[in-house]
């Protein structure tokens, strides 16, 4: 069997939702002084999402939801500083970390007071007081809370004062009382040098001189012509999503394939339908199913139940028709002389003609590469009747694609009527 690594990783897939989402403009806008943490907090999502797998976008999801669930607690992301900056961050978070100088602060604040549920994990067990009634093992928990609560702060306190390479500065909190939490041990402080700050001088303040305004509204309206001209205003263009057609292209009228199609009973068409069989061709070219009859069957019926809430009526999809209809699309001459050189799902990113503020975002459903560059470019339609406005639609689609993958040509392949719709580009409008 064989098998190819599938393009889009997790990775690129959450940093093209950012992109699309406009996220960061979102959070710089929500709050201007919390910005750069919550961007580096996204950031970090992003690199935490790089170490999955290019199929593990499930399992990632996954994980994030069973770490919000049980409140698990992460490293957060770091803030890129320009020259010296001051981080105030919590003790779990500074795991791993590393600082020049450390201060431990507000540590003169003791325990929390304790839960009304206690839960004891030597047996697993859970005691509280119901109304009056005092269960005898509630004080013998309490103490086993009290001192697994003990041995946390000592551990955390540990990994606050080992946070410092050179330089740790511990408070001295004399006025505390012994359930502080700098109290919890003896740092013989009375043995430790006071910091002599005497010899730290600080540098005087300068207020810089105001000048007047003398923006005119003339002014200000050139320097706005200026800003406008200095910064282009992209446009991205997403065939996929409708948006209007730049290439000039040659399309041939449909023509049906080499291989007779058996006559079948009526077919329904559904987006359902054409999802799956998108992520069939999918599934053949990347080696990941078998192509035999049985194996699409059991591939279609389990993507229905995936893709089907479970309170909607189960749709009426004929799995064995599915299946016909991909190994059918997947025994094209075009796709079955070279497999290995046919890729799914290729992200198309590039400009179109030579101005470089208009560019293309999209997928192609397959390529076929030839040494190296892009000679057929697939697109699978699974319309049941498809009308010629469709057909010039779908050619407006691909052309850009071709275009932009420098490709020969594009196939726009009707799975279901057994047609082959040719694509050639020409070339760019620059109008």
Known sequence: MRRRVQSTAPSLLIAEAIERLKLRAILVARSADQASRALANMDAILERAGVYGV??????????????????????????????????????????????????????????????????????????????????????AMITESEEESQQRLRLLYVACTRAMDLLVLPDLSWTDDAAWMRAID??????????????????????????????????????????????????????????????????????????IEPTSP????????????????????????????????????????????????????????????????????????????????????????DIDRLIAGRADAVRYRNGDAEIVFDWKSDVDSKPDDHATYAHQLAQYVHVLRAKRGAIVYMTTGEIQWVEPAQVSTT
Do not use: C
């Open 267 to 354: 077919v329904r068409g559904s987006s359902l339908r054409g999802i799956i069989l998108h992520k069939l061709m999918e599934d053949f070219l990347t080696g990941e199913l078998e192509e035999s009859a049985e194996a699409a069957e059991r591939r279609s019926s389990r993507l229905v139940r995936e893709l089907v809430p479970a309170d909607a009526p189960m749709p009426q999809l004929d799995v064995q028709e599915l299946s016909a209809t991909a190994l059918r699309t997947i025994a094209l001459k075009e796709l079955s002389d070279d497999r290995d050189n046919v890729i799914a799902e290729v992200p198309v990113y590039g400009t179109i003609g030579v």
């Open 55 to 140: 199929r593990g976008f499930r399992q990632f999801a996954r994980d994030l939801d069973a770490d919000w669930s049980r409140r698990a607690s992460h490293t957060e992301g770091v803030v890129d500083a320009e020259g010296q900056a001051i981080e105030i961050v919590t003790i779990h978070s500074s795991k791993g970390l590393e600082w020049s100088v450390v201060i431990p602060i507000n540590t003169a604040s003791g325990p929390r007071p304790p839960e009304q549920f206690v839960h004891r994990r030597s047996d697993d067990t859970l005691h509280w007081v119901l109304r009056d009634i005092v269960p005898p093992s509630l004080a013998e």
């Open 187 to 260: 740092f013989k402080l009375q043995d430790v040098p006071e910091l002599d700050i005497s010899r730290l001088v600080k540098k005087p303040y300068e207020r810089p001189a105001e000048h007047p305004n003398m923006q005119t509204p003339e002014v200000f309206e050139a320097e706005q012509s200026r800003i406008n001209k200095a910064f282009l205003d992209i446009r991205w263009i997403r065939p996929s999503d409708g948006d209007p057609d730049l290439v000039q292209f040659h399309a041939a009228p449909a023509v049906a394939w080499e291989q007779p």
